[in-house]
Structure formats: structure tokens, C-alpha cells
Nanobody, 120 residues
Framework: QVQLVESGGGSVQPGGSLRLSCAAS????????MGWYRQAPGKQRELVATIISGGSTNYADSVKGRFTISRDNAKNMVYLQMNSLKPEDTAVYYC??????????????WGQGSQVTVSS
């Protein structure tokens, strides 16, 4: 079983910055894809950014140039640096990790969610 614990959400004014962190622990053999998703009130959950084990990244068009995803493979952690935040970035942010467990079976786990509120 793999657990994800997020930290770093909060409230910020437009133009401000926040950094989200997500730590994976448990029966992990390897981690392939780490990513961040978000869900705004009344909307479907959407992809924000992903990063694979080799370091390649992918971003939603709405956050390109403002958000940066990174990972620390030694610590099984993924980060999301969010700059130039806009009110439309307000949402609950979830980390997602896909990999292989100690039993050599694939897993996919979600974090508990972190509220990010951008408001003046």
C-alpha cells in the first residue's frame, strides 16, 4: 500500500506564489509518473502537470510558464511551484503517483488534496 501526504496549500493574492509538496511512502519498488491535478468547485478534475522518472515534464496550457513541477527520486517526493497565481487557479490540488509496488504490482495513488485559494 502506498500513501501520499500533501503539504503547502493556502491562500494568496493574485500574482503571488505557493509551493505544494507531496511525499510518497509505503510498499514502493519504483515510481514512474508523478503529477498534480486540480478540481475547482463545480468542475471536473483536470491535469496540471506531470513528470516522469527521466525528468520529462508536461503541463496544461493554462499553467505553462507559471508553474514548475519537479521531483526528488531519492525522497519519493514531487513538488509544484506555482508563480503568478490567478484567481482561476483556485482549486483543490491533488498529487498522483503511479509506479510499481514491492509486490511488483502496479499502483496508482492519490493525495488527500490541498486547497489553493487565490483572491484579493
Amino acid at each position: 500500500q502506498v500513501q501520499l501526504v500533501e503539504s503547502g496549500g493556502g491562500s494568496v493574492q493574485p500574482g503571488g506564489s505557493l509551493r505544494l509538496s507531496c511525499a510518497a511512502s509505503g510498499s514502493i519498488f519504483s515510481i514512474n509518473v508523478m503529477g498534480w491535478y486540480r478540481q475547482a468547485p463545480g468542475k471536473q478534475r483536470e491535469l496540471v502537470a506531470t513528470i516522469i522518472s527521466g525528468g520529462s515534464t508536461n503541463y496544461a496550457d493554462s499553467v505553462k510558464g507559471r508553474f514548475t513541477i519537479s521531483r526528488d527520486n531519492a525522497k519519493n517526493m514531487v513538488y509544484l511551484q506555482m508563480n503568478s497565481l490567478k484567481p482561476e487557479d483556485t482549486a483543490v490540488y491533488y498529487c498522483k503517483v503511479n509506479g510499481v509496488g514491492s509486490s511488483h504490482r502496479p499502483f496508482g495513488s492519490w493525495g488527500q488534496g490541498s486547497q489553493v485559494t487565490v483572491s484579493s
